[in-house]
């Protein structure tokens, strides 16, 4: 049987696209704090603000491509089954043809329902106020933001304790839920960490860290679980 692979990304995968990452700049997103564009109180204060900021990124979206990382995964999904875990909301991994990903927080190219989480359309340009869904209430990105419950993550957790490899990359591991899930995976399980700047992680499992860019360093590791199968 092949061992089944699990994939868990972050914003590091797309930062060789040209989309940068959180943490990178001193905790500012595009110039904005992240309490301000990626919380329910930010929304509430000042919802033109935040809209903005989303519509911004939908059009950014649309200037980049997927880099060498995403382009392995779908090498990868060729020789063994593969599902991807991602924190992102783009849609890199999808235009690269990674075929299972499942989205932690969200997603840009979709908004929903500001009263009801699960009235939610595909969306690509820019929203504005006054954009309503079918129950009447103001449509807002289809993003978790701080503080809000992350549905997907018990989704992610099953997926995750099937994982016979698990590979870790550019991801800071410090948004939790997301940053627990290597909890659920069996203690056997190969775990690889691919970061330039990866800590250690507390975990029992065999770890290899990668010190390396997603753009290279996932290449290398994929050509060689290959080659290994
Ligand atoms: P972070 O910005 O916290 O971490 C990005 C990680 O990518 C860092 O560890 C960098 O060292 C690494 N990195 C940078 N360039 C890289 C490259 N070329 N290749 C590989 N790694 C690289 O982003 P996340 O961990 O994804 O939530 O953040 C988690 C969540 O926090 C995000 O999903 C977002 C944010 O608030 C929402 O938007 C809801």
């Keep these: 049987m092949k061992p089944n692979i699990v994939i868990l990304t972050g914003a590091g995968i797309s930062q060789e696209s040209g989309i940068p990452t959180f943490r990178d700049s001193n905790g500012l997103w595009e110039n904005h704090d992240i309490m301000e564009?990626?919380?329910?109180?930010?929304?509430?204060?000042?919802?033109?603000?935040v809209l903005k900021f989303y519509n911004l990124r939908r059009k950014q979206l649309k200037d980049v491509q997927p880099n060498e990382a995403h382009k392995a995964i779908t090498k990868l999904q060729e020789h063994f089954p593969v599902q991807v875990i991602t924190q992102n909301v783009d849609d890199l991994?999808?235009?690269a043809g990674n075929k299972n990903?499942?989205?932690?927080?969200?997603?840009?190219?979709?908004?929903?329902s500001e009263k009801n989480p699960d009235l939610i359309y595909e969306w690509h340009d820019d929203l504005?106020?006054?954009?309503?869904?079918e129950d009447g209430a103001q449509l807002r990105p289809h993003i978790v933001w701080f503080g809000e419950p992350v549905p997907m993550i018990t989704k992610a957790a099953e997926l995750t304790a099937n994982a016979d490899i698990f590979i870790i990359v550019g991801t800071s591991m410090l948004v939790y839920p997301a940053a627990g899930l290597v909890g659920y995976l069996r203690s056997d399980?190969?775990?690889y960490y691919i970061d330039p700047n990866a800590k250690e992680i507390n975990i029992?499992?065999?770890l290899t860290v990668i010190r390396e860019k997603a753009g290279t360093g996932l290449p290398r590791l994929v050509d060689k679980l290959i080659e290994q199968a």
């Design 204 to 206: 029992p499992n065999p």
């Design 93 to 95: 991994h999808e235009r």
């Design 128 to 133: 504005h106020i006054g954009d309503l869904a």
């Design 37 to 49: 564009v990626a919380s329910p109180e930010g929304w509430e204060r000042n919802p033109e603000l």
């Design 101 to 112: 990903v499942l989205h932690l927080h969200g997603e840009l190219y979709k908004v929903r």
């Design 189 to 191: 399980v190969q775990v």
